[in-house]
């Protein structure tokens, strides 16, 4: 059974940082392309970023280009997201899935960022 665990959100500042973590489980977690996608309140989804099985090819949305940074490791199953420059319109529902860009798939249960003063 696919399991995804995001963690690391919570409450910062503009200008601040925040590093998520998403645990997976119940899948060859080496083998699969990840993203990171986004919900905003009152909108859609929001494709983040992706980074494929070696980690050695990554993507970004234009809105975190610069200031977001996915990497993985394959030997504790674990997707990573160093979120830097925080501004208030990252807030939202952060979320990790299987797949790349416009294909992900299978999200985790998500964990919330709000960037306020």
């Known amino acids: 059974q696919v399991q995804l665990v995001e963690s690391g959100g919570g409450l910062v500042q503009p200008g601040g940082s925040l590093r998520l973590s998403c645990a997976a489980s119940g899948f060859t977690f080496s083998i699969y392309s990840?993203?990171?996608?986004r919900q905003a309140p009152g909108k859609g989804l929001?494709?983040?970023?992706?980074?494929?099985?070696?980690?050695g090819s990554t993507s970004y949305a234009d809105?975190?280009?610069?200031?977001?940074?996915?990497?993985?490791d394959n030997a504790k199953n674990t997707l990573y997201l160093q979120m830097n420059s925080l501004k208030p319109e990252d807030t939202?529902?952060?979320?990790?899935?299987?797949?790349?860009?416009?294909?992900?798939?299978?999200?985790?249960?998500?964990?919330?960022?709000t960037v306020s003063s």
């Not at 929001?46 to 980690?55: F, L, P, Y």
């Not at 809105?63 to 996915?70: A, E, H, L, P, W």
């Not at 990790?96 to 998500?110: D, E, P, T, V």
């Open 34 to 37: 990840m993203s990171w996608v």
């Open 46 to 55: 929001e494709w983040v970023s992706d980074i494929n099985s070696g980690g």
């Open 92 to 113: 939202a529902v952060y979320y990790c899935a299987k797949g790349r860009g416009s294909s992900w798939y299978s999200k985790g249960q998500g964990t919330q960022v």
């Open 63 to 72: 809105s975190v280009k610069g200031r977001f940074t996915i990497s993985r």
